[in-house]
């Protein structure tokens, strides 16, 4: 290790973002030569209510060795097939974003193209007929994906819904094993370097002074360092997505739990419901303009479906992004860097992003700017991309019944948003990129999911005569109902791979 190398690395606050980035940088990192200290403090807490993720959650576990069955068992986990979305394009409409392909290729045709094809000559099936995870994720069933592609069960991809207030003690198992060292402390001082305003040391209430070399901050949505001692600035995206509090409640479960998370539209927001092993995540998330807090509350608490286990929480945010996540010698991962609310269960993914950047381009104590560019130029991207689609919701509904909704509905969007809507409804293309959480099977989901149909079609798509593409479709709707069918509960799957401890909260 030469002279100029990071040797210490300090990371501010716990919680999800805080634990994920020390497991990583201590498992990429040696950390003979090196050192990773967290400070965290329990009068502070976390706010530890984004139980659901996406599948590349499963990339970062696999990267660390984690072992998945213990991992589920221990954060009380079931998994994950999609997002199922109610009364968003209109009350009583209902559509699952599966992690997985709809239908299959004919003639080098893609799928879509054969179904607005179809359509236009009467068929009445729907675009998620053609979807395993959708089939399977109604009837409350599961089984891990298979690499034979020619096999309907290697058509799909699953995510976890887990405790999150479990996952950071169980990361924090894992990084101290591998030498990160934890602080119980309260920083009440960020002292900055005079001649370049680098951050040179933190502050703890005890008075004690902890230098570093890299400062990672994991401090919410506060930003201890990259805001409040940096002045990086904050771009708020509140005109798109108009949401700005939440208030959340774990509750007794019911039935047995299913794969997949549902995002029910109400008058002012949605509410989100996570099943667990032990219980199930709610949460309504709203717009203040449109609903008192007490009125939301109220609301979320009708819609349970058991028991409320504690008092709801309200939490307050903004939506939008620090204007640098890398500035000086300071990295900001987690609601640090910035917010988008969990509609689409993004909020872990960010952070996942951020770390796996932050690791590919690790410094030395020069701090290249061409680094902090570059991966400010991509976590850029990230948000915006994840932005886009996440308006898409919002903007692309017929609701009137309600104003959150009459504004959603005739909105200004971002540009590129727009560019992207455009390109769909006029011939059923998806803009597709390098960098980008979601892909084209994602963007299929939510647009016909919410009404939005091409007006043309492929016209490659009429090389292959009606009657054979019409006969391709059917086999394939009976093939995925009955690959569903012969699948088992998610209960029994998970009974027999990775059951809880502990079946109560």
């Known amino acids: 290790m030469d002279e100029n190398s990071v040797r210490r690395i300090v990371i501010v606050g716990g919680g999800t973002a805080g634990w994920m980035?020390?497991?990583?940088?201590?498992h990429k990192l040696t950390t003979r030569q090196r050192t990773i200290r967290l400070i965290e403090s329990e009068?502070?807490?976390i706010i530890g209510?984004?139980?659901?993720t996406v599948p590349h959650i499963r990339f970062f576990n696999s990267t660390l060795g984690i072992d998945e069955a213990d991992f589920m068992r221990r954060t009380r986990a079931t998994f994950k097939l999609g997002i199922e979305f109610v009364n968003w394009a209109r009350i009583g409409d209902a559509y699952i974003h599966p992690f997985g392909a709809f239908g299959r290729d004919i003639g080098d045709v893609g799928f879509l193209h054969h179904w607005v094809r179809l359509r236009g000559l009467?068929?009445?099936?729907s675009f998620f007929d053609y979807s395993y995870p959708v089939a399977a994720a109604k009837l409350g069933r599961f089984t891990r994906p298979v690499e034979d592609p020619r096999s309907i069960f290697s058509t799909f991809s699953y995510a976890f819904q887990f405790d999150a207030t479990l996952y950071a003690p169980y990361l924090r198992d894992y990084a101290e094993k591998r030498g990160v060292v934890r602080t119980e402390g309260r920083v009440v001082d960020v002292q900055l370097r005079g001649e370049d305003g680098f951050v040179e040391?933190?502050?703890?209430?005890?008075?004690?002074r902890v230098e570093g070399d890299l400062f990672v901050d994991c401090s919410g949505f506060r930003g201890l360092i990259i805001e409040q001692a940096l002045k990086t600035g904050y771009e708020e995206w509140s005109h798109w997505l108009p949401c700005d509090r939440a208030v959340a409640v774990p509750c007794e479960p019911v039935e047995p739990s299913v794969a997949y998370t549902r995002a029910t539209a109400h008058a002012a927001g949605w509410q989100w419901r996570i099943p667990l092993q032990h219980r199930v995540g709610n949460g309504y998330v709203y717009c203040s303009r449109f609903v008192s807090d007490e009125d939301a509350r109220e609301t979320l608490l009708y819609n349970l479906e058991g028991r409320p286990l504690t008092e709801p929480r309200l939490l307050r945010f903004v939506t939008g992004r620090r204007r640098k996540a890398w500035n000086r010698n300071c990295v900001a991962i987690g609601l640090a860097g910035g917010f988008l609310e969990p509609l689409e269960s993004t909020s872990i993914h960010l952070a996942q992003a951020a770390i796996m950047k932050l690791v590919e381009l690790f410094p030395d104590r020069s701090f290249?700017?061409?680094?902090?560019?570059?991966?400010?130029?991509?976590?850029?991207?990230e948000y915006e991309r994840v932005r886009d689609f996440i308006v898409l919701h919002y903007h692309a509904t017929e609701r009137s019944d309600a104003p959150l909704w009459d504004y959603c509905r005739t909105m200004s969007i971002p540009e590129t948003l727009a560019y992207k809507m455009e390109l769909f409804r006029e011939r059923g293309y998806v803009v597709k990129y390098k960098e980008g959480l979601f892909l084209e099977p994602s963007w299929h989901a939510v647009y016909l999911g919410q009404r939005i149909i091409p007006r043309r079609y492929d016209p490659l798509a009429d090389n292959v005569p009606a009657a054979e593409a019409r006969r391709s479709l059917q086999d394939l709707r009976e093939m995925i109902r009955r690959a569903a069918e012969a699948t088992p509960t998610q209960s029994a799957f998970i009974g027999q791979y990775c059951p809880a401890a502990m079946s109560v909260a």
């Open 21 to 26: 980035t020390a497991a990583a940088l201590a």
């Open 43 to 45: 009068e502070i807490g």
């Open 49 to 52: 209510v984004g139980e659901a």
């Open 122 to 125: 009467g068929d009445a099936s």
């Open 201 to 208: 040391a933190l502050v703890l209430a005890g008075g004690e």
């Open 368 to 381: 290249d700017p061409a680094d902090l560019d570059e991966f400010n130029r991509v976590i850029e991207l």
